[in-house]
């Protein structure tokens, strides 16, 4: 068993920084790559950022430049900055991470989110 548990969530003011962290612990061979997304309140979840074991990172186009997100592999932890928060921020953040139990089997896993509230 996997478990994938995201933290640092909260309520801040319009151009303040929130720093969430989610740490994968369990039956890991391996954590390739790992992701944050966000799902505010009657929208689909999207994706934020992502990156690989190697640190390799992609960026939806709206974060880019304000979030940054990083990653510690002997810490099975991976980070997301978020910086210069807007309105149009506030969601539950959620990680994920592609994890090898074995070198023969990889199954996705989520955490179970994290709340960014962000006030005007």
């Known amino acids: 068993q996997v478990h994938l548990v995201e933290s640092g969530g909260g309520s801040v003011q319009a151009g303040e920084s929130l720093r969430l962290s989610c740490v994968a612990s369990g039956f890991i061979y391996k954590v390739k790559n790992m992701a944050w997304h966000r799902q505010a309140p009657g929208k689909q979840r999207d994706l934020v950022a992502t990156?690989?074991?190697?640190?390799?990172?992609t960026y939806a186009d709206s974060m880019e430049g304000r979030f940054v997100i990083s990653r510690d592999n002997a810490k099975n932890t991976v980070w997301l900055q978020m910086d210069s928060l807007k309105a149009e921020d506030p969601a539950v953040y959620y990680c994920n991470a592609h994890v090898q139990i074995n070198p023969n089997y990889e199954y996705i896993y989520w955490g179970q989110g994290t709340q960014v509230t962000v006030s005007s």
């Open positions: 990156i690989t074991s190697g640190g390799i990172t």
